[in-house]
């Protein structure tokens, strides 16, 4: 019964099980942290960061809209940091966000209609489309040097001589999203993750109906 | 009689009707009822059907309503910018279009922020692991207490696409569902719920709280006032609706049926006993005419009863009744004539006669029975013939037919005709009476045979004579016996002569008594030998004094005895009385004979020998002290017996007597053959014959011949001296008599015998000597 329908939520753990079976593999020179969950899962898209270092100047970032999902769909960027949103789909897109850190909203348009969004404040931005629900990506704001985001295994990769001896380890699923974390390079750092995150899921079928599953991180 | 085969039959007919009219009763109620109570299943089916069905559709409402809901881009940011009064506004306005009745949004702590329902805004969710399972994948369709009312709610997460809060939709589950539900199925329903640490159920809304009650009261099922079904609505609070359905309302249908069927079949039952009653009447009319025609038969009316209308096997029977009827009637006057008539004569019997008398009686106001008695007939009939005698009898009774002015004439007795006729005055009837005599008294000429039957006729009168047939019967025998010994042949009853006969019955009847029971007493006259003038003798005399009629002579009671077969208990009991006296007389030295008289009956009996010996030994007293003195009368009877009798006495050694000699018809040639030794001179010849010449020269032949004969001769009723003389001179041999000694008492004969033996020797020689002067 079409009606009837509901939203089917599913718990992102098993995803999760799955990228622990790749192996994290680290590069030659390079000290990996590696961010994993209070069950020692590797916790993928969690912001690595080191507070109280200098910032890098690095400006403009961009989020694509490709296949009706955001690409990337984590970034981290410093504050004052510009991100613009080229949609590379066929169709329209209507980017927002009601995030405290930065609330905005990128109303119907095509290609490189939409301008570039300024993040001034830290903290996380979750982005959506208000055309297409599924589609979600989030935007690390921070201040300090930013080592990067957690690959499939929960890895950042860091240069052996700048393994700081704290980073901040950010994630928006986490119970404490925009905590800090020990930076000990050679172990883990463990993020405590809510196991209760709903997020929205893509419909199977091209309808306008909503389906949504759940997908763990 | 009539009833019982008109019941049976009235059962039959009612019983056609009544038991296939019971079953079908039965069974279309049964049927009924179970429609009825198929329809209330499958209304419950239908209701619980509705009801699961109404409750889904709910559900999904509110699913689609939720997701609408948090689909809304305005609400996202409403919620994700915390604009509460955008919030509120926008759950009103959502709530009122899906007439939702709460709609709440949480935070992701599980706290309130907005709420339709005042009483839940900034509480935190009562039900925080709902929030947990839903997030887990939990049920989409609970129900849950809030606020005191239940709620079948619905939660989704509000997504901005990140998870921002939650919304929770929710229906009451309350009145307007249950009349809802009511209406659509035609059921009762209510909500039920376990809530509480007691775990009872409590009723939350009902269409009929007294039924949710009962329910709950008996928690049965099947309670016998409501037909329940329960379905699980919510599974987190366990929510039960409760249907039901009044019994009295599924089963008012059936009811009003089973009424009017009652009621049809209660008319028809009714109808066929009535029906039944005239059938069976009509059936059992010519029955009942019949008994009714056999009850008058039964109760002696055998005239015609009335005319039978149909011509069926019933007639049949009727008209055969009618023949039985006939010889009935026949047969009954036949038995009633043989019973009331003398067959032989055609005139009433006895019995028939002393009723129509008594029936009669009070009506005549005077008649006159005439017993009429044929003394020759016996006669007539031994020497004649029966047959002789039957026609003698038919000629009489046709004679006393003609005779004229007769009430009734019957036949009383083989010889016997008595005849009532009404009595003006005893002249007349004696005038009567002798015109029947003189009738009868003309031969009867049976085929050239005359008979002579000798009639006699007493006659009495009544009222005069008696009211009663029994008292005037017997008083016409007495003067019927009275007409026989007359010439005339013709007596009237005079009065007291009942009397006398009635004395003589109470003698007799007195008498077996008196013998039983040793009333008698004998007294003893004394003997005296003329010669020696001594007594060496006595004549045992019975006496008898009557309790109530005072001394009665022997002559009068010993005749009776006779008449009355009393005369050997008499003579055995004087017997041994007198014997053994003797033996006491004889114990006391006193050596005397005793005479005692033996009845013409006691000669009859073969026995008189032995008992007379058997009572001599008995009492040790010898044979020659006893003479047995015979009237010649008794010897006349039957000479031969008695001259055996008497010689076997003699041979036994008694001493035999004739007394009473003279009195009898006794001819001298039996007087020879006799073996008496004795002769007792009847005191007829003696007593005041002192001076007849005449009776003198016969005590004199007497005396002579019987001396000659070789008999001693006793002379009785010797009162005089002059008898005494006289006697003495004719040679007399004892004297018996009042001169001597009156009989006495047996004690003072002794005493008699022993002083006035020698006196009595002395006052014979002095009144002798005065004779003599004279």
Redesign the interface.
């Known amino acids: 019964m079409p009606g009837r329908s509901s939203c089917r939520y599913v718990t992102s753990r098993w995803l999760a099980a799955c990228v622990s079976l790749i192996s994290a593999s680290s590069i030659a020179g390079e000290q990996p942290i590696r961010v994993v969950d209070q069950n020692g899962n590797p916790v993928v898209g969690a912001a690595v960061f080191i507070p109280q270092a200098d910032d890098d100047a690095s400006s403009g970032a961009f989020i694509a809209q490709r296949g009706q999902e955001f690409q990337p769909r984590y970034s981290l960027i410093r504050v004052g940091a510009e991100i613009a949103f080229p949609n590379q789909d066929k169709l329209r897109h209507h980017v927002y966000s009601f995030s405290p850190a930065k609330t905005f909203e990128l109303e119907l348009y095509h290609g490189d209609q939409a301008t570039p969004v300024v993040f001034d404040r830290p903290g996380i931005v979750t982005l959506g489309c208000n055309v297409h629900d599924w589609m979600i990506a989030w935007v690390y704001v921070v201040t300090g040097r930013r080592l990067g985001i957690t690959d499939r295994n929960g890895t950042v990769a860091v240069d052996s001589d700048a393994v700081p001896d704290s980073v901040a380890v950010w994630h928006p699923h986490a119970v404490s999203p925009t905590g800090l974390g020990d930076a000990d390079p050679g172990s883990h750092i463990v993020l405590v993750m809510r196991d209760d995150v709903i997020l929205p899921a893509r419909p199977a079928t091209k309808t306008r109906r909503q389906r949504r599953s759940v997908r763990r991180e | 009689m009539n009833n019982s085969f008109q019941k049976k039959l009235l059962t039959l007919l009612v019983g056609l009707v009544v038991i296939p009219g019971l079953v079908i009763l039965v069974a279309v109620l049964t049927t009924t009822r179970h429609q009825a109570m198929a329809t209330a299943e499958s209304r419950m089916q239908t209701g619980e059907r509705v009801l699961l069905q109404l409750v ?1 559709s709910r ?3 509110l ?2 309503s ?2 609408t809901l948090v ?1 809304d ?1 305005g609400f ?2 409403a919620v ?2 915390g604009e509460r009064e955008t919030i509120d506004s926008m759950l009103l306005n959502h709530s009122a279009r899906i007439r939702a009745d709460l709609m709440l949004v949480l935070d992701l702590q599980g706290h309130v922020t907005s709420s339709t329902l005042a009483s839940l805004a900034d509480q935190e969710f009562p039900y925080p692991r709902l929030i ?1 399972r ?4 939990g049920q ?1 369709n609970v129900v849950k207490l809030l606020d005191g009312k239940l709620y079948q709610l ?1 939660i ?2 509000v ?6 809060g939650w919304v929770c939709i929710g229906f009451a589950i309350d009145g307007a569902l249950a009349g809802e539900l009511s209406s659509l199925s035609g059921v009762e329903v209510a909500f039920t719920a376990t809530i509480g640490e007691d775990g009872l159920r409590e009723i939350f809304v009902a269409t009929d709280l007294a039924a949710a009650k009962a329910y709950l009261g008996n928690g049965e099922r099947l309670s016998r006032d409501w037909l329940t079904r329960t379905a699980s609505v919510g599974s987190d609070v366990d929510v039960l609706a409760v249907m039901q359905l009044p019994m009295d309302k599924m089963l008012a249908a059936y009811r009003q049926l089973q009424w009017q069927l009652a009621a049809i079949f209660g008319f028809s039952i009714f109808g066929s006993i009535l029906v039944s009653i005239a059938l069976s009447r009509r059936i059992t009319r010519p029955l009942r005419f019949l008994m009714r025609a056999v009850g008058r038969i039964q109760s002696g009316d055998y005239s015609r009863g009335p005319l039978m209308d149909s011509k069926d096997e019933f007639h049949k029977l009727y008209e055969t009744l009618g023949d039985m009827r006939e010889g009935i009637r026949e047969r009954e006057a036949r038995i009633i004539r043989q019973a009331t008539h003398d067959r032989l004569t055609g005139l009433l019997n006895r019995d028939e006669l002393m009723k129509r008398i008594d029936l009669f009686l009070p009506k005549l106001s005077d008649a006159a029975i005439l017993c009429i008695r044929l003394t020759r007939f016996r006669e007539i009939n031994s020497t004649l013939g029966r047959e002789y005698g039957d026609a003698v009898l038919r000629a009489i009774a046709k004679r006393l037919n003609q005779s004229a002015s007769s009430h009734f004439v019957g036949r009383t007795g083989s010889g016997d005709f008595t005849l009532v006729r009404p009595s003006k005055t005893v002249e007349e009837t004696a005038a009567f009476a002798v015109s029947v005599r003189d009738t009868l008294m003309v031969p009867i000429d049976i085929d050239g045979v005359k008979a002579e039957t000798a009639p006699a006729i007493g006659v009495v009168l009544a009222p005069e004579h008696g009211n009663h047939s029994s008292e005037l019967f017997r008083r016409a025998e007495i003067a019927l016996g009275n007409a026989v010994a007359n010439v005339q042949r013709i007596a009237l009853y005079r009065n007291g002569q009942d009397e006398e006969q009635r004395r003589r019955l109470a003698i007799a009847n007195d008498l077996r008594q008196a013998i039983a029971e040793d009333q008698l007493t004998v007294h003893y006259q004394p003997k005296v030998d003329m010669r020696t003038r001594t007594c060496s003798s006595v004549e045992a005399l019975v006496r008898w004094t009557h309790p109530r009629l005072g001394r009665i002579r022997p002559d009068e009671f010993i005749t009776i005895a006779e008449n009355a077969g009393l005369i050997r208990p008499l003579t055995r009991w004087v017997l041994k009385a007198a014997i053994r006296q003797l033996a006491d007389w004889k114990k006391e030295g006193l050596d005397l004979t005793v005479a005692i008289n033996l009845s013409a009956m006691d000669l009859a009996d073969d026995q008189i020998v032995e008992t007379l010996e058997k009572l001599r030994k008995r009492f040790d007293v010898g044979a020659n002290q006893i003479t047995l003195e015979v009237t010649e009368s008794a010897v006349i009877v039957d000479t031969e017996q008695a001259r055996t009798v008497l010689s076997h006495l003699k041979s036994l050694g008694f001493t035999v007597a004739i007394d009473d000699f003279g009195t009898g018809q006794s001819s001298l040639a039996q007087l020879g053959s006799l073996p008496a030794s004795q002769l007792k001179i009847d005191k007829s010849f003696v007593l005041a014959r002192e001076n007849d010449a005449d009776a003198i020269n016969l005590l004199r032949s007497i005396i002579s011949l019987a001396h000659s004969l070789n008999l001693s001769v006793v002379a009785e009723g010797v009162e005089t001296l002059s008898m005494w003389n006289t006697l003495f001179e004719l040679d007399c041999d004892v004297a018996q008599g009042y001169l001597l000694s009156r009989p006495l008492k047996a004690e003072l004969v002794a005493d008699w015998v022993a002083c006035n033996s020698p006196v009595l020797t002395a006052d014979l020689e002095r009144t002798g000597v005065y004779m003599d002067v004279g």
């Open positions: 889904s559900s999904g409402m699913a689609d939720v997701n689909s881009f996202r940011r994700a910018t947990t839903n997030a887990q994948g989409p619905v989704a997460p997504l901005a696409p990140q998870q921002i």
